[in-house]
Structures are given as structure tokens and as C-alpha cells.
């Protein structure tokens, strides 16, 4: 049910074996053995399990086989055979998407969402899993065809399967994995949702070939998930990556948190709205995307604050790469609508804070591209839980787990 907790040794190599294959796609035991840092015999050892439980499959390689003399086996998830379901929650609408063991997406959907109760929120995501399962168990249309598990993404503090605290839905000590894992009966996993995105990328995106990133999210509020050594990163008690909530600002603005003056308050898009609308004395500025019509046009109003918005994003990212020095930043979330406005004067800012080489080492990628990553990380980390969880393979003959 938990994920993020250290396991057993073999189990940890099941999960990092497909987290290669997920990233660089079929490979050989030697790059398997060089991505995890073991020795090709303990890959060797560790194979069979995954091979008998249907997890992957190894084929000869003939073009080295006849070219060389000498077959190479390559290793490969099986497509289509599992799947996982990993889902966003949002404050407006929920997000959701079934992939297969290689994070491509077999079906997805989106639901609006009218309420922030937890029972009916958690009730729509288990009506979508239940759609999406049957979805896309007949679009694989194999028999022995399963879903392993369901990955769900929480804005705020998630710890061992429950949200402690989330200022975006309003959410205070709320079951979710014990709910929702009786609701679809399915093992679930439930993470920040900015930390499911960052697995995500790591995975599957910007960051395939990065081990050391941090995925900011702009939007309602302020995220970051951080991947360090190739592992993301929770702390203590996943709590880690708190970005909008750097308390930057003495006697600032109240925040959704409790705190005052915390970068979320100031750089958020509800505080860039906020501080059109009380600039201009325009009652109709209420959302994003008044903001964006207004800087389309012209309006110098709308660029000034878009422009100190951007400067105060880079300071936070200043602040970030002086603490754990990552190769990448990768921005995501609704305020990349209206990233041409704020990208320079944040990479101006990033650059002018930045320790030493922190920032002119690292790269910047802005991810454009929607909720669908969100959910395909939330997918990983239900594949990575099911992987690692003993039963898995209970099926496995104790000649073949040797
Ligand atoms: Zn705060």
C-alpha cells in the first residue's frame, strides 16, 4: 500500500531494472547492470522473477548474433501485458490516465469536479479508474491482461497514503489510499501530485537522461519535486520540496498554509491576478487568462507584473539551485500560458542570485504539455509499488525465483 519506503534489496532492483527499461527502452543485462550499479550476475539473478511473473520478456538480439557471432540477449517490458492507473486530483477536475509497464498511455479521460468534499471527490476518482480500467484492458484485449495498480496525485502534504494537509482542496488528515484501495481493489499509492509529475519527467520526459532535477509547477500554487541521485526525493516524511511555501516575505500576504508572506502568496497565479486587478481597477481581471489577453494587447499594467512575477519565480529558482544544485529546472503548470512573459525576467533573476556556477550549469526546459504527465507519473509510481511488493511474484515457482 506504502510507497517510498525502503524495501528489500531484490525488490528494490525489480523496480529499478523496469525504471531503466521505462527510460531507454530494451536493453542489455550489461546496461541494466551499469544503470543500477550491480554487477551483470546479480541482474542475471534478479531477471527470471520479472520474466515468469509476465513483467518482461529477454529475446536474442540477431543482428549482434549474426555480426558478431556471439547472441545478446536484450530485455524489454512486456507491452500491454500490466497496466497501472495513475490519477490527479485538482481542484476543478480530476485527471486520469491507464499505461502500460512502458508509461504510454493506453486510455485517458478528465472529470470536472463540482465539489471539494473528500467522499464525492475520492467517488469520482474511483468511477474514473473503474472506466478506465475497462477502457484499457480492451484496447490491450489480452487475456491475461491486468491493471496492477492505481497512482494517485494530491496537491500538498501526503504522507504513508493520506493527505496531512492540502490548502488547494481544502483537505486536513484525509484517508485516500485505505479509500480508495477498497473502493477499486486495487493496491494504491498516493504521492504530492508535483512529485508524481517529477517522477514522471525523470522517467519519461525532459529528464530521461538527467538524474539530478527539480520540477517547478506554476499555478494556483507553487510545487517543486526533486529527483537527486536518480531518486525522488520526499525527506522525512514527505514534506520535501515546498517551494511556494519559502517564507520570503516579512509581514507578507496570508497563505493558504497558515504562514504569511511565503512566495506562493506573491508569485502565484491568483496573486499576479490580484495585483492586475487592484493596479488597473479592472473588477473584470479575474482569472489567468484576463491576464493574458491584457499582456496580448499591450497593456503595460498586465507586462509590469508579469515581469516582477517572473523576477520573484527566479529568485525561488535561485534559491533552489543553491540548495541542491540540480542539471535541469523544468517548468510546468497553468502559468506556462503565459511563460513568454515571465521567462526572461526569471532566468535574469535566477541568474543574478545563483551561487557560483549553480545556475549557468543548469538547463531550463519548459514543459508545455498539460495533465498528462501528472498522471503518467502517478502511473509509474503505482508500477514501482507493484513491483516491489513480495506478493507480486508469489505466483512465481520457487525453480524459476531462484
Ligand atoms: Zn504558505
Redesign the pocket.
Known sequence: MRELVLTAPAQRLHGEILARLMRAGASSRTQLADAAGVDVSTIVRALPELVAAGWISETVDQMQARTRGRPIKRVAVRGGHHLAIGVKIGPERIVGAVTDLAGDVIAAGTSPLDTRDPDRVLAAVSEMVRVLAGRGLAVVDQPEARVVGLGVGVGGHVSKGRVVTSPILGWQGVEVSTVLAAATRLPTVVANDVNALAAGEHLLGYGRRVDDLAVLTIGRGLGCGLVLHGRLLVGADGAAGEF??LPLIPDGPP???G?RG?L?TVASDRALVAAVRARTGDADVCELGDVERLAAAGDQVALECLATTGELLGRGIAALVNLVNPALVIVAGEMVSVIDHLEAPMRRAAAEHAFSSAWSNCRLKIDRGGDEMWARGAAWLAIRAAVMRPETFARVSPEVAV
Open positions: 511556494g511555501h497563505c493558504g498554509c504562514g511565503c506562493e
